[in-house]
């Protein structure tokens, strides 16, 4: 908790407003207080979602699998993700050919909160990057171009500097 104040988070029993809860993975402590407190907080600044918005999330995790091709985890944020859109993650543009939940359950569509894995992606995404559920795919993919376009010269340009030192 002090190393906290140094970054200006004070805990509730020190006067402030952090709400501070003692968790220990290993010895299994603290994770329903944990949850009971998460959801407290939800309930009392009343955070909520829309899901009739367009898609935006974070990307979790991804990976290539051998058998399924690109698969990303994503975890919605706000609107709701259906099979068949078209979604612009980072340098990627693709369709959702197929979602899963945590079960591994194939699902048509998934709202605010609801973590899926999907597959259809060209390209495996970076992790946490955000992705956006897009009407027009042709304007997406001209978007990943500029992308692709900017990260290469941004690349070029790191690696084309010289100083005197290295001239010398």
């Given at each position: ?6 970054y ?16 220990s ?10 949850l ?56 990627v ?35 946490g ?40």
């Amino acid at each position: 908790k002090q190393e906290l104040m140094n970054y200006g988070v004070v805990p509730e029993e020190w006067g402030g407003d952090a709400i501070c809860v003692p968790v220990s993975a290993k010895k299994r402590i603290g994770i329903d207080n944990l949850l009971e407190t998460v959801t407290l907080v939800a309930d009392v600044l009343e955070l909520k979602a829309d899901p009739n918005r367009q898609a935006k999330g974070t990307i979790i995790e991804a990976k290539l699998d051998k058998g399924k091709g690109p698969i990303a985890t994503l975890l919605v944020q706000r609107g709701t993700v259906n099979v068949g859109d078209t979604v612009v993650a980072g340098n990627v543009v693709g369709h959702i050919r197929a979602m899963t939940d945590s079960r591994g359950r194939r699902i048509k569509k998934a709202g605010p909160s609801i973590p899926v894995e999907i597959t259809g992606l060209p390209e495996v995404p970076e992790s946490g990057d955000i992705f956006y559920v897009v009407e027009d795919e042709k304007l997406a993919k001209q978007l990943v171009e500029k992308r692709k376009l900017k990260k290469r010269e941004d690349a070029l340009k790191a690696s084309s500097r010289v100083t005197l030192d290295d001239l010398f």
